[in-house]
């Protein structure tokens, strides 16, 4: 069969620069590799596509709004006093920025879509399903939007997390509903891939039927894999248990520091902290007061290519994130062989099934240390009982998040798509 012509949006598209757009990058050269594909992108990620061996071969095109882009970011940084906190304002200031993406976009590629020259448009970045898309109601081949991500609200348990991460403009999340071209977005798309239970939730009404499940993270089976590691709790142990991520509110580390140090259980083993963060100094105070120094140790941040290795030498990943959209770090441990610890609310609750790891159910503080420390001590007790939950795990990450098995997936929808079927969730991601 004939290979799909896709013409691919992808705002945030960079080899270099991690989370979103790392993750569509790497979906976008997967993409590739199945279809024949055109990919529109913003002019910052030249340089680094450009030295990147992998997008040989590949077709990109660079779009220039810096004439809005420039002056908005410089002033949603300093009104966000940063760029690492205050997310939800900064993904308002991105809203005239992309618009003027998507309409340079269009000047380019409006002949080419006109004429036949693509079967559809895929829209990959921005991910939130706030961002409306102005090209949805003027293409004339069917629109597909996502994955998209967002809609995960703050627990009420910690809004003094949500406080110290600037988040106060999350009260105005639901007013995106009322900005041109967003219910036009949903009401033209063809095809809405949608992370998580969560994301969908949020969706028009009228857009249930075009939904389908696809979650946005995927893993480099280079980087990640399971193969010639030491099963997770295999051996007498000591046990090695790891915190991996930046070290900020909404990630509490603090309860899994909390309920390391603060079990009898655990003291034989060690807690590995990897990452670093604001947070970091009241950590080390937390480790320093218990008395567990010894069996605690900060690493700071490593390269993204050593986590891989990183994860081959621990049993456990402890990750007590109260707001995690996508967790691709969670797939990424699956796809080492560890055994997941994590909170069962947003995409890590999801990903881990009671057969994959273990889920804390979402409390205050106190209790969720108390439900983290019981896990793990169950772990260090009752360890021949973790390699099926870490084999399972490796399994399902392998089936469904490498981003070749990802692009793969993608690929009948496309086809139904071009060939006028209804579509159907095919749940490749239960």
Known sequence: ????????????????????????????????????????????????????????????????NEYVA??????????????????????IFHYPTYLAFEWEVWKTFKDELQSGEFDLVHRITPMSPTMPSYIAGKSPVPFVIGPLNGNLDWPKEFRSEQTREKERARVLRNFYKYLPYSSATYRNAALILAAFDHTARDLPEGAASK????????????????????PAFSGEGPYNFAFIGRL???KVP?????AF?????????????????????????IVEQTGRSDS???????????????????????????????????????????????????????????DRGFRIELNTLDEMVAGYQQAMEEAVTKPADQLSKA???????????????????????????IAGRPITDRRDYS
């Not at 970011?73 to 900064?90: E, N």
Request: glycine share 8%.
């Open 1 to 64: 069969m004939k290979k799909p012509r896709v013409l691919i949006l992808a705002d945030d598209c960079n080899p270099d620069w991690p989370s979103l757009p790392v993750v569509g990058y790497k979906y976008a050269l997967s993409l590739a590799k199945f279809c024949d594909v055109t990919i529109a992108t913003h002019v910052r990620n030249r340089e680094n596509i450009e030295k990147d061996p992998r997008s040989k071969g590949a077709d990109f095109r660079y779009v220039d």
């Open 70 to 91: 420039k002056p908005i970011h410089r002033f949603s940084t300093w009104i966000r006093g940063g760029g690492k906190v205050a997310w939800s304002l900064g993904t």
């Open 211 to 230: 939904v389908v499940s696809f979650p946005e993270v995927g893993f480099d089976p280079a980087w990640f894999d399971a193969t010639n590691r030491t």
């Open 248 to 250: 900020v509110p909404y």
């Open 254 to 258: 603090e309860v899994a520091v909390r």
């Open 261 to 285: 140090c603060e079990s009898a259980i655990l003291a034989e083993h060690i807690l590995h902290i990897v990452g670093d963060g604001p947070e970091r100094e009241r950590i080390e105070a």
């Open 296 to 354: 605690v140790i900060f690493h700071g941040w490593i390269e993204q290519k050593d986590v891989g290795r990183f994860f081959r030498s621990v049993d456990g990943f402890v990750f007590p994130s109260i707001r995690e959209l996508g967790a691709g770090v969670v797939v990424e441990a699956m796809a080492s062989g560890c055994v997941n610890f994590v909170t069962n609310y947003g995409a890590p609750g999801d990903l881990v099934s009671e």
């Open 391 to 417: 084999n399972s795990a490796v399994e399902y990450a392998t089936d469904c998040f490498t981003w070749d098995r990802k692009a793969a997936l993608t690929v009948p929808y496309y086809e139904d798509l």
